[in-house]
T-cell receptor, first 110, second 115 residues
Framework: GQNIDQPTEMTATEGAIVQINCTYQ??????LFWYQQHAGEAPTFLSY????GLEEKGRFSSFLSRSKGYSYLLLKELQMKDSASYLCAVRGVNDYKLSFGAGTTVTVRA | EADIYQTPRYLVIGTGKKITLECSQTMGHDKMYWYQQDPGMELHLIHY???????EKGDLSSESTVSRIRTEHFPLTLESARPSHTSQYLC??????????????FGPGTRLTVL
């Protein structure tokens, strides 16, 4: 199985940078996903890492260290619309199923 | 981006009723999934399918059942709803096959309340 931990809440100011950490302990690893979920809405795909290193996509970047069982999502130049829950999910090896963390609620203040 | 639809979006029903939550996708994805999510909690996989006539139970035990008769359609049925079934139900799909990322795309969800 998978054990995935991420902070419950974070607060930041508009224009700032926030880093959301995710640690995992898994019986097998075949990729890590980050999703954004606004209240009452469906999760939307943000990023995917399967090799160590940083993946950059505009204002969002995601980092993975497989040896440490660690990932982070970096949100730069925060905007009010970035207020949402951010979900870390790990994919298993044999069955390709995703296991999700409980999500980190980010609140952006003016 | 996948086009995936769920109906109804909201449903309030009484105990003992039979209900079916609909999920359809128009991208021809082979894999489809049902998740259950309570407020502030993680998504739990309750059912998945890797293609027509293929269904498997997920990691979280559920009293619901699913069917996959057509590629695009993956309905979830509760034969007799109870208050403990109150939750948000999210459907997802992914392309499957040899796709290296096999990203899952989610529908808007059905918020079910059983009185």
């Amino acid at each position: 199985g998978q054990n995935i931990d991420q902070p419950t809440e974070m607060t930041a100011t508009e224009g700032a940078i926030v880093q959301i950490n995710c640690t995992y302990q898994t019986s097998g690893f075949n990729g890590l996903f980050w999703y954004q979920q606004h209240a009452g809405e469906a999760p939307t795909f943000l990023s995917y890492n399967v090799l160590d290193g940083l993946e950059e996509k505009g204002r969002f970047s995601s980092f993975l260290s497989r040896s440490k069982g660690y990932s982070y999502l970096l949100l730069k130049e925060l905007q009010m619309k970035d207020s949402a829950s951010y979900l870390c999910a790990v994919r298993g090896v044999n069955d390709y199923k995703l296991s999700f963390g409980a999500g980190t609620t980010v609140t952006v203040r003016a | 981006e996948a086009d995936i639809y769920q109906t109804p979006r909201y449903l309030v029903i009484g105990t003992g009723k039979k209900i079916t939550l609909e999920c359809s996708q128009t991208m021809g994805h082979d894999k489809m999934y049902w998740y259950q999510q309570d407020p502030g909690m993680e998504l739990h996989l309750i059912h998945y399918s890797y293609g027509v006539n293929s269904t498997e139970k997920g990691d979280l035990s559920s009293e619901s059942t699913v069917s996959r008769i057509r590629t695009e359609h993956f309905p979830l049925t509760l034969e007799s709803a109870r208050p403990s079934h109150t939750s948000q139900y999210l459907c997802a799909s992914s392309v499957g096959g040899m796709s290296p990322t096999d990203t899952q795309y989610f529908g808007p969800g059905t918020r079910l309340t059983v009185l």
